[in-house]
């Protein structure tokens, strides 16, 4: 018993106390210096605001005065003549060399923020724009989909320009990262992002021209379809079916064909410290349908979050009732038809440590 306390306060259980710690306090805390440059970020009074910078793709470095400052680029897909003045704005304000991040954006260390007015000059001669970081929706990223890969069957890159035309920036409870992939080899790793889209095909058989072959048995990977023992044809089981269109493509007589292709939508993934695999929501959305969907995702994450502080979307959809509201959501957007009945919620991915 500490002096100065009765026996009562002595024997009375112990408050713990709790302290609450905000790993994205750029946001929130408002540190400012002055500076003589005319640069973007700075207020009236000559101050650079770091939350505001960081904002907008510029990032403090340990360095003293040193930026990294991040660029745009939606699917990971640039111009060589747009790659070509990147280079030479690099060469001019950063050092020698660039860094490219996981999600395909390109980065310029080591610029100095009295530099900010002419490399942004020159990047916006170039057409470049510079990405953003913190509770936004960020540039979106995608795999080369159907347009060179003969895995793809859907138009990811397309996809990522129109979200990152429409949706980027929009300020949200946290950050929110959009992935494509153009089919379920998923090189993009569109199941543990906050909105993943991942190509499929649901195959239709045709019999009559069917020969019995059992090549597409041997196709399928997932043993979703099974040569009969007898007439070699298919026994299929839409159960097992990855959607990847193997046997479409297999088939040498057509007798596989693609009855639905599109988007297969996922929501509330993330990397980070607890990572968390997505849960799938709908399936086969044309690209228009896919577009409605992300929008209201958008929409219901902004109203759904309101309050709560930085919480990822993967996160609120794990609260009670929530994934059941969005999902009232999207059937007001999307129609009930395409929609997955009773989807599992968000999972936490176990990580050794």
């Not at 709560?308 to 609260?319: A, C, D, E, T, Y």
Request: charge should be positive; aromatic fraction near 6%; glycine fraction near 10%.
């Amino acid at each position: 018993m500490k002096k100065g306390e009765t026996m009562s306060e002595a024997s009375a259980p112990k408050k713990k106390l709790k302290i609450a710690v905000d790993h994205n306090l750029d946001e929130q805390v408002k540190k400012k210096i002055t500076v003589d440059a005319q640069i973007a970020g700075r207020n009236e009074k000559g101050k650079i605001d770091f939350a505001e910078l960081r904002a907008g793709g510029f990032i403090k470095q340990r360095q003293k005065d040193k930026f990294t400052v991040r660029l745009k680029c939606p699917g990971g897909k640039m111009t060589i003549e747009k790659l070509k003045k990147v280079v030479e704005a690099a060469e001019q304000f950063g050092s020698d060399f660039v860094h490219l991040t996981s999600r395909q954006s390109m980065e310029i260390p080591y610029v100095d923020y009295h530099d900010f007015g002419p490399l942004m000059d020159q990047l916006k001669e170039a057409g470049q724009e510079v990405a953003s970081c913190g509770p936004r929706v960020r540039v979106p990223n995608a795999c080369g989909g159907c347009e060179y890969n003969p895995n793809g069957l859907t138009d990811t890159v397309k996809m990522a320009d129109i979200v990152n035309k429409r949706f980027f920036g929009i300020r949200v409870p946290h950050k929110f990262k959009t992935s494509f992939s153009g089919c379920p080899f998923d090189c993009i790793r569109s199941t543990t992002a906050d909105l993943g889209l991942m190509g499929g095909v649901f195959p239709k058989w045709n019999e009559e021209n069917c020969t019995g072959c059992t090549i597409c048995a041997s196709a399928c990977t997932e043993g979703a379809i099974e040569a009969h023992p007898q007439t070699g044809k298919p026994i299929f089981t839409p159960e097992k079916c990855l959607y990847c269109a193997d046997c479409v493509r297999a088939c040498p007589t057509y007798s596989w064909t693609a009855e639905q292709t599109g988007h297969n939508l996922r929501v509330g993934g993330h990397h980070g410290r607890h990572p968390v695999n997505s849960t799938v929501v709908a399936r086969f959305l044309t690209d228009d349908e896919a577009v409605t969907a992300i929008e209201a995702t958008i929409e219901w994450y902004k109203k759904a979050g309101e309050g709560k502080g930085r919480i990822r979307i993967g996160n609120l959809l794990q609260q009670e009732g929530m994934l059941a509201d969005y999902m009232a959501a999207l059937k007001t957007a999307i129609g009930p038809a395409k929609l997955v009945n009773n989807p599992v919620l968000p999972e936490k991915i176990t990580v050794a440590r």
